[in-house]
């Protein structure tokens, strides 16, 4: 069938006249929707003919938009009923609300929990493995869970130290890090920008070139403290020193106790820790074997305690190269070596 073609009476555009219109005359496709326009049941707005989408189960006029959220909304509800009963299933500890509580709190979108149902579907133990692979979604909801007392489901771990903390940085297998791992591994660190070393990038210039911290400078202003115009070390409390005027904070060492400088802040339930504390913490030496402060200055980074260090010292100062004793100068350097 062959449409008429010629000016529209409600229009007035040289077009193709598909639809009756008034007086029998045929409209366009514009004219004719904008005439039969309804009111959509789902969004409440006037839309034309060409828009609706259909008719719900009582019959009203539904829009394409609207169709969609509400089969969107039904598949929805659909999938996390059968997530409720699988964490359920796992859990008889929870209660069947609190588990729909957690999973619309982790994935209150249906394309979060399409990432959430695909990785599940992907991987059947994803609730119990702890695998760092885990998308957001499903890493939220298992901290939710495991908050409300969940003894099976495990927390993702970092891939690197196996602790539960905020994962980050993805490898290609998936794997993620936390902060503490990505730093100290130094594949991933990239190359300074102004003396070429793989190093942790400490500032981005404005064209992206990346600078470590040998090389990045602080912005230069006047010190509160001495007067002059240097590289501002510290804006703590909005006083603005230098690195010559400024000073660590002193607080209670969770180490020994003592009120010192921190040279260590505490997080992730750690306590602050002095230099001392920090530098040479309470071990069992790998020599003596005896519980005391100890640092790990050998060659296989074995705890040593300092009464063990003194000895090794002392040795190397009383022995020569071939093996026989320097008496000639043993009590001096000895003594000089113990009095530092």
Request: net charge positive; with cysteine.
């Amino acid at each position: 069938m062959t449409l008429p073609v010629g000016p529209c009476p409600g229009c007035g555009r040289v077009v193709a006249r598909r639809y009756p219109g008034p007086a029998g005359a045929r409209v366009c496709t514009r004219c004719w929707a904008v005439a039969n326009a309804q009111v959509c049941a789902g969004c409440g707005e006037r839309r034309r003919a060409d828009v609706l989408a259909g008719r719900t189960g009582e019959g009203e006029p539904i829009c394409a938009r609207c169709r969609r959220r509400v089969t969107a909304a039904a598949r929805l509800a659909d999938e996390r009923a059968a997530l409720v009963a699988r964490i359920a299933a796992l859990e008889p500890g929870l209660s069947e609300q609190v588990i729909a509580q957690a999973i619309a709190t982790a994935a209150p979108t249906l394309a979060q929990h399409d990432r959430l149902a695909a990785h599940l579907a992907a991987y059947p133990d994803a609730l119990e493995s702890g695998d760092s692979a885990a998308p957001p979604p499903l890493a939220r909801l298992l901290g939710l869970l495991a908050a409300e007392g969940a003894t099976r489901v495990a927390v993702p771990r970092c891939a690197g130290c196996h602790r539960q903390a905020p994962l980050g940085g993805q490898d290609s297998d998936g794997a993620k890090w936390c902060r503490t791992c990505r730093y100290h591994d130094t594949t991933r660190w990239p190359p300074c920008g102004r003396c070429g070393r793989h190093r942790p990038t400490n500032q981005r210039l404005a064209g992206g070139t990346g600078l470590c911290s040998s090389c990045y400078t602080p912005p230069s202003g006047v010190c509160e403290g001495c007067g002059t115009t240097a590289p501002i070390a510290s804006r703590k409390g909005g006083r603005a020193v230098c690195a010559g005027c400024y000073r660590l904070p002193e607080r209670r060492c969770g180490g020994c106790g003592r009120v010192r400088l921190v040279s260590l802040r505490g997080r992730d339930g750690q306590p602050d820790l002095c230099p001392t504390c920090y530098q040479a913490p309470i071990e069992r030496c790998s020599r003596c074997q005896i519980t005391t402060r100890c640092r790990r200055t050998t060659p296989d980074r074995s705890p040593i305690c300092f009464r063990c260090q003194l000895y090794d010292k002392v040795t190397g100062l009383l022995t020569s190269p071939d093996g026989t004793a320097r008496w000639w100068r043993c009590a001096r350097r000895s003594w000089r070596w113990t009095t530092r």
